[in-house]
């Protein structure tokens, strides 16, 4: 049972594209969407976040998108680069689960010139 | 800041073998993690750790072990290693067990079963 789901599994885009990741997730009580950025070879970082409170979370040129009602979120990269090239995972957890993170499959990322 | 460092980079182990994966941090963090990370299917949580001594089950716990006996380190035992379980082994840390706080990882240990 997949808690958390992304779409695409994979996407590739040119250099100053607008690149658009999706996650949904089933758990209404999910409250904390993080999002991790993974290079290959390294362990995932924290990119940006955004709690249920809020519909969107801007942070340079990656803004989250959320939507509680259709329990539906996205990543948004404006002007992307070919630094951006990752994978990209959407994660979710609620409040009474501390930090026992649900995350999504992943979206593979690539960025060209 | 700090770091997560884990060893062995790589593992290679027979099928049956009983096989170790160490994680130390110096971020002063309570709460440790050991996830799996498969090709496709995301990252899942096996063990994780919310003090020194204690020691929580994830999803996919049956067939680890784990041990916290340290605050500064936790380390992850596959009991007998099987050849479907070669993958990326990630530990991680965070402040404390709050919702919200950011985990920090280390760069995985890729365990290859022979």
């Known amino acids: 049972q997949q808690q958390v789901r992304q779409s695409p599994q994979s996407l590739t885009v040119w250099e100053g594209e607008t690149a658009i990741l999706n996650c949904s997730y089933e758990?209404?009580?999910?409250?904390?969407f993080p999002w991790y950025q993974q290079f290959p070879g390294e362990g995932p970082a924290l990119l940006i976040s955004i709690r249920s409170v809020s519909d969107k979370k801007e942070d340079g040129r990656f803004t989250i998108f959320f939507n509680k009602r259709e329990k539906k979120l996205s990543l948004h990269i404006t002007d992307s680069q070919p630094g951006d090239s990752a994978t990209y995972f959407c994660?979710?957890?609620?409040?009474?689960?501390?930090?026992?993170?649900?995350f999504g499959q992943g979206t593979i990322l690539k960025v060209y010139l | 800041g700090g770091i997560i460092t884990q060893t062995p980079k790589f593992l290679i182990g027979q099928e049956g073998q009983k096989l170790t994966l160490k994680c130390q941090q110096n971020?002063?963090?309570?709460?440790m993690y050991w996830y799996r990370q498969d090709s496709g299917k995301g990252l899942r949580l096996i063990y994780y750790?919310?003090?020194?001594?204690?020691?929580q089950k994830g999803d996919l716990s049956e067939g680890y072990d784990a041990s916290r006996e340290k605050k500064s380190s936790f380390s992850l035992t596959v009991t007998s290693a099987q050849k479907n379980e070669m993958a990326v082994f990630l530990c991680?840390?965070?402040?404390?067990?709050?919702?919200?706080?950011?985990?920090?990882f280390g760069e995985g240990s890729r365990l290859i079963v022979v």
């Open positions: 750790s919310i003090t020194e001594n204690d020691l």
């Open positions: 994660a979710a957890s609620w409040t009474s689960s501390g930090q026992k993170l649900v």
């Open positions: 991680a840390s965070s402040r404390d067990r709050n919702s919200g706080n950011t985990l920090y």
């Open positions: 758990d209404s009580t999910f409250n904390y």
């Open positions: 971020f002063n963090h309570d709460t």
